[in-house]
């Protein structure tokens, strides 16, 4: 390993030792200056030393810092996220600048484990407020720790018997709906933030092409981001609706890999205390085991058609050989014609399910203000179709739920990242 390089005209200081990983030292006679008398200060050249190798040159070091300038951003990055994999890595902070190549990396800076940012024209009292604040952070900014776990919030599946039932569309009218009716004070609301959709049916992304929103952070980030899961980190790196409600999804065209995210599934449950889960199209035998066991309700849609209902069949055959038949599943009957076959309760008594709520057929209505990037809820609110779905709201009406502590993003990189994201 390359030996580090000491800045000559940095006084020892032992209670801030910083160590600049990049690749190049054109930093150090600015920080050098600034930094004078109030810390040791080195430089370890990344192209020569891999992450691993860092742990030994960064020994006593307070904090690496990573360059942010110009065109090194991403570079860094992959290296933070290098290094966040690593046991023991001290903290993290980004030199960057105000301008908006920052900005444009700074979430990607954060779900790799950068824990602020320090300006590299910043006077030399910000630096040290920006150091001290992340040294006295408490542990779940380090990239070692993680979060409390309570993972008591509710979990609601919504599982289409086949695709094309109309899942997804009851998921974000329900949603935004169930938001809109438990409100959130807007300078709180992404941090506290109490109801998550999460969108995992097939096509992908329907979800957010409905809600007219579009979500820089994806399921499959998510899974690798676990230990990261808190309150704050949720509320910058979600993507979040007008009306409050997060949105958490597989990226658009990308297919649900085989993964059990029980892991993540107890963070987002320790974070919201109800988060709904669209699983439309998706076909049964492809679903994780551990979403179906933790969730507290499985509510199956269908409609009238002869096809959905064999789909239920085969669904429910498939649920009871994975042991998974139990008193959790609601039936939800979608686009209900009272002339057009079986009734609602005839369909739920012939598969012994409870009857949560039938919708009407509003098809035409739904499609027409899909098409013009509108919901029912706004577009129409007194429609039957949101009528319907008293029952639902009823049953997960926030004050039903433990509401979430009131809390602020507590560094200055979830502040502007919360702005980021607004």
Not at 142 to 150: M, N, Q, V, W
């Amino acid at each position: 390993m390359p030996p580090v390089m000491p800045l000559p005209q940095t006084q020892s200081h032992p209670e801030l030792n910083l160590l600049l990983y990049a690749p190049d030292n054109r930093h150090m006679a600015r920080l050098g200056a600034v930094l004078a008398g109030q810390a040791n200060l080195r430089w370890v050249d990344s192209r020569e030393t891999n992450p691993r190798q860092l742990l030994d040159a960064a020994a006593g070091s307070a904090f690496v810092l990573l360059d942010y300038c110009g065109g090194n951003a991403a570079y860094s990055t992959d290296l933070a996220r290098q290094l966040h994999a690593l046991p023991g890595c001290p903290a993290m902070i980004g030199l960057g600048t105000t301008g908006p190549e920052q900005a444009a990396h700074l979430l990607a800076a954060m779900r790799a484990g950068v824990c602020d940012f320090v300006d590299i024209d910043n006077s030399t009292a910000q630096m040290l407020e920006v150091f001290e604040h992340v040294g006295a952070a408490p542990s779940p900014m380090r990239a070692a720790a993680t979060p409390e776990l309570r993972p008591d919030g509710r979990l609601i599946v919504l599982l289409g018997v086949r695709p094309g039932v109309g899942t997804s569309t009851l998921a974000t009218h329900l949603g935004v709906s169930l938001a809109e009716q438990n409100p959130v004070s807007p300078d709180v609301a992404a941090v506290q933030g109490w109801l998550l959709l999460i969108d995992l049916g097939q096509p992908a992304a329907d979800a957010a092409l409905y809600l007219g929103m579009e979500s820089h952070f994806s399921y499959e980030e998510s899974l690798r981001s676990v230990e990261r899961m808190d309150r704050t980190f949720v509320g910058t790196a979600f993507a979040h609706h007008a009306s409050g409600m997060a949105l958490l999804g597989i990226a658009s065209g990308s297919l649900l890999k085989k993964h059990e995210p029980i892991s993540l599934l107890d963070r987002l449950r320790s974070v919201f205390p109800l988060s709904l889960c669209d699983v439309g199209g998706l076909p049964v035998q492809l679903l994780p085991t551990t979403l179906l066991k933790s969730a507290s309700e499985v509510w199956l849609v269908t409609d009238q058609a002869i096809g959905s209902l064999v789909s239920l069949d085969q669904t429910m055959r498939e649920l009871e050989s994975r042991g998974l038949r139990d008193d959790r599943l609601q039936l939800i009957v979608n686009r209900f014609d009272a002339n057009g076959g079986l009734a609602d309760t005839q369909i739920a008594q012939r598969f012994n399910l409870p009857l949560l709520a039938t919708l009407p057929d509003r098809s035409r209505v739904l499609r027409s203000n899909a098409g013009l990037g509108r919901l029912l809820t706004d577009a129409a609110p007194r429609d039957p179709y949101l009528k319907a779905l008293q029952p639902l709201l009823q049953r997960l009406d926030r004050r039903r739920l433990a509401t979430p502590p009131t809390t602020a993003p507590a560094s200055p990189l979830a502040r502007l990242a919360n702005l980021l994201g607004r």
